[in-house]
């Protein structure tokens, strides 16, 4: 038997030390918001002969003065363009100036956001990440009040919401290096994905509170709660890891071949999947341990 729970103090300091880490990135340098959240324009061209480069693209629109100019380049000879402003005017002076590149370039969509429509979706963004933590919580310490003798049942909740946080803090804090370094946005998919990370998350801690329940009910006291939490742990682990592992599989190609839109929605899911799996043993579960630790040290 592997003994997986002996390792907390190890992975309480990695865990925590990426957490401080994150949580700095993002104050510091701040997550790299697209138009969903600051509104503007977004628009797609696509060219018929060889697509200049992002920086020649840069160059040809900076007489314009386009505010907060992004461009990313995808599959087709496409290019996708962000920037703070929603004037067809400018608009039009922007495919004028990209035609010059390419006479026959096509604009394929253009979408404009106001910020009065951007900072509601903020606020409802954030609002949905919070009653998701709380209605976790709550459902968590309702469903395993019947092992409350060991430990009361809202530390469960409570365990559960402190590996979401985890996840969900270092996936923001990879996504500001990557926004910091390589431009990349975030939106409304990186809300869902998030959102998702939760719901996979919780799953995986779930399931391993469940054989923590089911062993606790059939040995009552005859086994130490430390040894029962990790024997309940390799009961699953094969379990956990096999299904992340083929998410992960399927995310990868996405990533690599589900085009440009849902490239960075996959990666965020990547990463928190990636994360939800390996808290669910090392964070949740293990808090347990050290709560119940606590309580009969005290006593």
């Known amino acids: 038997m592997l003994q997986i729970i002996d390792k907390r103090k190890y992975t309480y300091i990695a865990s925590a030390a990426l957490v401080v880490l994150s949580v700095t990135i993002i104050f510091v340098w701040g997550l790299r918001l697209g138009i969903d959240f600051k509104g503007g324009t977004l628009m797609e061209i696509q060219f018929t002969e060889e697509i200049p480069t992002a920086q020649e693209i840069r160059d040809k629109l900076s007489a314009i003065g386009l ?31 990209l035609m010059e590149f390419d006479a026959d370039a096509e604009q394929l969509r253009v979408d404009f956001i106001g910020a009065s429509i951007s900072n509601q979706i903020k606020r409802n963004a954030i609002m949905a990440i919070i009653f998701s933590v709380i209605a976790i919580a709550l459902y968590i310490a309702w469903a395993f009040r019947k092992v409350s003798y060991k430990i009361p049942s809202w530390q469960y909740g409570l365990g559960a919401v402190i590996a979401l946080t985890h996840d969900i803090v270092i996936t923001l804090g990879i996504f500001v290096v990557l926004g910091r370094f390589w431009e990349i946005e975030i939106g409304i998919p ?62 990868l190609a996405i990533i690599f071949f589900g085009g440009e839109t849902i490239k960075f929605f996959s990666l965020a899911l990547l990463a928190g999947i990636s994360l939800g799996t390996y808290s669910s043993i090392y964070i949740a579960s293990a808090l347990l341990v050290s709560s119940y630790n606590y309580k009969i040290g005290k006593k």
Request: hydrophobic fraction near 45%.
């Open 67 to 97: 505010n907060g100019l992004t461009v990313q380049l995808s599959e087709n000879n496409t290019a996708i363009l962000r920037y703070m402003a929603s004037d067809e005017e400018l608009n039009e002076k922007v495919v004028a100036s």
């Open 190 to 251: 990186f809300v869902a994905a998030l959102l998702t990370i939760l719901g996979y998350s919780v799953n995986d801690t779930i399931v391993v509170y469940d054989r923590i329940r089911e062993n606790i009910l059939y040995a009552r006291d005859k086994e130490n709660f430390e040894e029962l939490v990790n024997k309940s742990l390799n009961e699953t682990l094969a379990r956990s890891i096999n299904t992340s592992f083929t998410v992960i599989i399927v995310l």
